[in-house]
């Protein structure tokens, strides 16, 4: 996993890396403005469209006047706007840049930017060296970015966001932000989506052993760290080492649930699964997922289940009871969600009685609801390591960029998933496959690794094909892809 660092520490990270191995600063720039330069060639945008680079005095401008000139040398017609007066000292990488433009590039002054005209914005004007409060001018140029209607880029983070606290004042709002080696914490909070757009990584060859030296509980978890925390099986493995798990879920009206949770457990590759389900509801359930097995009364001993999920569809009136024999009866992790989570905050003593290492996975609301009000998520996070380790519990609050809060203080950022997956029912496909991991033996951290990366990866699988018709069935559909794709037998 990736440690996520302040801003402030971006110097000092490259400072080491550079002296460790020997490559200069400006080569780390000319590796960052590559990195944009093939991403952008990957999005495959038109050549005939002009491009209009925004560029400040200090390495973020460096950055947009390195990629003006790979641009210009891919064929694209460059135009680069000077944000800075001629007294302006710039950083000396940026100078070395700016000299290095190639003649066919025109230089302005950023007034002089017709925003009627056609074209992509790039927005290379204030990167993580942002300091206190906007200066007029700044505020001026950002209006003026924002008052182009085509596509804005930010480079590194969109110029007037701190990059580690919470947006206060102007700043550019980018359709694309391409951020250099690591993401920038501000980058991944839910309010700042529409200034952030779609995020993407740009690898500049700093290794994850070089966040080492770096304190910090935030960490980014990508696509190559995921193969990492999964259990291996052999041929010798049965059934029963892949897990007994308990889905207690659906009521009247709300089955769909219980059987989108079975049937992703399942998927996920679990041995055997029960339902615990009301009787008069078990013809859906053994029609709709046949592999299931049903139970109408909890048993006395839980024991032989490997893990338990609890919530989806449950309904809430008259469920404390059984929520609470089972915290009584069964002592290792479990998974819980939605109604079972409204119970929880209805009824606090109840808290106190999960199992320790348990995962809880509220979304936005129902996290509101069991650990009070949150203005910001900043202070959401805040709120959740202080939850997690003083329960020794561990909780996911679901959303854009979901963020994995572990009882040991870690707090991650998960990286998969699509807009898409904003559909009914994706929040009970996703219990299932976390009760599936914690059945197969995975530690409560690892489930909650796989669980979270596999769903987003399913929700973006099915979102390639059904767009805005995805629906949570397309997720679990998908789940054996995400296994190929990252390549675990
Ligand atoms: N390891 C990395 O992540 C790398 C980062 N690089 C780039 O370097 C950037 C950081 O560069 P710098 O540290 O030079 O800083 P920036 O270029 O982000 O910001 C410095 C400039 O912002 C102006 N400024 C600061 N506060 C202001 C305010 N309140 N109002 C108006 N103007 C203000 C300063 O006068 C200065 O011109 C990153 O964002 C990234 O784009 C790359 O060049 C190479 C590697
Ligand atoms: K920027």
């Not at 790039?122 to 140029?141: N, Y």
Request: charged share 20%; glycine share 10%; proline share 4%.
């Amino acid at each position: 996993m990736l440690k996520i660092i302040p801003g402030w520490q971006v110097k000092l990270l490259d400072a080491n890396h550079i002296q460790t191995t020997g490559i200069s600063s400006l080569e780390l720039m000319e590796r960052a403005a590559k990195g944009f330069v093939d991403w952008w060639n990957g999005k495959g945008f038109d050549h005939s469209a002009p491009v209009n680079i925004f560029c400040g005095a200090g390495n973020n401008g460096g950055d947009g006047f390195a990629i003006a000139r790979l641009l210009d040398t891919s064929g694209f017609k460059v135009s680069v706007l000077k944000c800075f007066d001629e007294s302006a000292k710039l950083s000396s990488d940026a100078l070395v840049n700016f000299k290095l433009l190639p003649d066919g590039i025109r230089v302005m002054d950023w007034n002089e930017f017709d925003k009627s005209k056609d074209g992509i914005v790039v927005d290379a004007f204030l990167g993580v060296g942002l300091t206190g409060e906007l200066r007029s001018t700044a505020k001026a140029i950002i209006q003026k970015i924002n008052s182009f209607d085509g596509k804005v880029i930010s480079v590194d983070i969109p110029s007037g966001l701190p990059s580690d606290d919470l947006l206060s004042g102007a700043c550019v709002r980018a359709d694309f932000t391409v951020t250099f080696a690591f993401p920038k914490l501000s980058l991944l909070f839910p309010e700042h989506a529409a200034v952030t757009g779609e995020l993407i990584l740009v690898d500049i060859g700093i290794a994850d052993t070089e966040y080492d030296l770096f304190d910090s509980t935030s960490y980014y978890l990508r696509k190559e760290d995921v193969p990492f925390f999964h259990r291996k099986f052999h041929r010798f493995s049965h059934k029963g080492d892949f897990g007994k798990v308990l889905i207690v879920a659906g009521s009247e009206g709300k089955m769909g649930a219980a059987i989108l949770s079975c049937k992703a457990a399942l998927r996920s590759g679990s041995g055997l699964v029960t339902a615990l389900m009301p009787k008069s509801e078990r013809q859906i359930i053994q029609i709709a997922v046949p592999e299931a097995m049903c139970q109408f009364e909890l048993p006395t001993d839980l024991s032989r289940f490997d893990a338990i999920g609890i919530g989806p569809g449950l309904g809430v009136m008259g469920k404390s009871a059984l929520l609470e024999s089972i915290f009584h009866r069964f002592k290792n992790p479990m998974v819980i969600d939605a109604d079972a989570l409204t119970i929880l905050s209805e009824n606090p003593d109840l808290v106190h009685l999960i199992p320790k290492g348990s995962i809880l996975t509220p979304h936005l609301k129902e996290f509101d609801r069991l650990l009070g009000d949150t203005s910001n998520h900043l202070a959401r996070l805040e709120k959740a390591a202080d939850f997690c380790r003083s329960l020794e519990l561990n909780l996911l609050i679901k959303g854009a960029n979901s963020v994995i809060c572990l009882a040991d203080g870690r707090q991650v950022f998960n990286s998969s998933g699509t807009p898409y997956m904003a559909t009914g029912g994706s929040g009970d496909v996703l219990t299932g496959m976390l009760t599936s991991f914690l059945g197969q033996g995975y530690s409560s951290a690892n489930a909650m690794f796989c669980g979270v990366y596999h769903h987003g990866l399913a929700g973006e699988i099915a979102g390639e094909h059904y767009l805005r018709g995805t629906i949570a069935s397309d997720l679990i559909d998908a789940i054996p892809e995400t296994f190929v794709q990252l390549g675990i037998s």
